[in-house]
């Protein structure tokens, strides 16, 4: 590699703790250890500790503390919601509405409860992404319980009508769950205003430490524990807290949220930059999710008539990091479950790439990675028998 610069554009997978968070969960792993179940005064100064973090993290969304429960991430909160809804509303029905643009956490989980017994519907999404309310309302039954909706995806970065899903989900009484994993620190969430009755969330997407998450669950929620064992988190999720997680997870939302408006603006201009750049300078390409109501830091395009795993390589190869797709479903072969929802066919899907940008990105190292992929796309093509064929077609 000639240049031995490294261009970090996978935020969507996770992101690099920052150095106040490192700074304020070091002392908990080392003087303030304490167990903060024990007795002592000194163990319970911990959990004073968990409970202002709590505190910090439900006014984030504008929710108490007391409806915060902290998990081990996304995925955990995400099976959670899930299955604690089915099991503890099986009597009113077992009819659950997702769509088939949500992560894995949440599709499988689903299908999970479809060999328990469950009757899901999946939603189809339009060529943007964004789930269409008619269908919502169309698939609703009396015997339906939940919808489970991300706020916004993790590989194509479309936002949701959150808030007409909550009002609907609301006037037919049914519980409203949605996965905020890539959403939450990147955009303002009100529980209350988008009659939200169960979110996920997860600290190493912004900024803060892997192996800590929270589903805020709205007070009222008749929901079984998850984890048995101990009265942690309130007898719903047992084992001794993450202290030095959750420490780290609230300074990072604290962070997230006084920079939030300033830290999106950035992302956007350098957003639109790199699309800008992309589709001016490169032919037969395909920007994919919505154009303006997508994450500010997304961007998801296609390029015909190339292999999206060699285009990665040799970005790798370049010093870039980027993804074609989900880091859960990295080790797949098949294409992008969300990017076949939207239409596109499995050639073009595979030829996808996605690079989600982070404050410390700069628009030099944007446009070094633009050169980069032209040139790389440029040498697949001529590669291609494909494209060769396409060509000589044209001519």
């Keep these: 590699m000639e240049d031995k610069r490294l261009i970090y554009l996978d935020h969507a997978a996770t992101t690099p703790a920052r150095k106040e968070v490192v700074e304020a969960m070091l002392p908990y792993f080392t003087e303030k250890f304490g167990n903060p179940s024990s007795v002592y005064t000194f163990s319970q100064k911990n959990k004073a500790v968990i409970t202002d973090c709590r505190d910090i993290i439900a006014d984030s969304i504008h929710a108490k503390g007391n409806e915060i429960y902290f998990t081990a991430g996304g995925t955990e909160s995400d099976n959670w919601a ?86 609907i989900a609301k006037e037919h009484g049914i519980i409203f769950h949605t996965d905020a ?55 719903r999720r047992a084992g001794t807290e993450n202290v030095t997680g959750i420490v780290g997870f609230a300074k990072a939302v604290e962070i997230a949220c006084e ?65 074609s797709g989900s880091a859960c479903t990295s080790g797949s072969l098949d294409p ?10 499995h050639e073009i899907a595979h030829g996808s790439l996605r690079l989600t940008l982070g404050e410390e990105n700069t628009m030099e190292e944007l446009d070094y990675v633009v050169d980069e992929i032209k040139k790389i796309v440029q040498r697949l093509r001529d590669m291609s028998p494909l494209y060769e064929d396409f060509i000589k077609g044209m001519n």
């Design 259 to 323: 920079t939030m408006e300033a830290r999106t603006n950035k992302e956007i201009t350098m957003r639109e930059h790199l699309m800008k750049r992309i589709t001016d300078e490169i032919p037969y390409v395909r920007i994919n999710g919505h154009r303006k109501d997508r994450l500010p830091n997304n961007v998801n395009v296609s390029f015909q008539f190339i292999e999206g795993e060699s285009l990665l390589i040799m970005l790798d190869m370049a010093g870039i990091c980027a993804s």
């Design 82 to 167: 899930l299955k604690a809804v089915a099991e503890a509303y099986a009597s009113k029905g077992k009819h659950i509405i997702t769509t088939k643009i949500e992560h894995h956490a949440i599709l499988h989980t689903a299908q999970y409860l479809e060999k328990h017994g469950y009757d899901v519907t999946y939603l189809d999404v339009d060529e943007n992404g964004v789930v269409k309310m008619d269908a919502l309302k169309q698939a609703i039954r009396p015997d339906t319980i939940l919808i489970s909706v991300m706020f916004a995806n993790n590989e194509i970065g479309t936002i949701q009508p959150i808030k007409e899903i909550g009002a």
């Design 181 to 235: 994993v890539q959403a939450y620190g990147q955009l303002p969430i009100d529980v209350d205003e988008y009659n939200i009755d169960m979110l996920s969330a997860s600290g190493h997407k912004l900024n803060g430490p892997k192996g800590i998450g929270f589903l805020y669950i709205r007070t009222g929620l008749k929901l079984r524990n998850f984890v048995h064992g101990g009265a942690q988190e309130r007898s």
């Design 336 to 345: 992008s479950h969300v990017l076949l929802a939207i239409g596109l066919p």
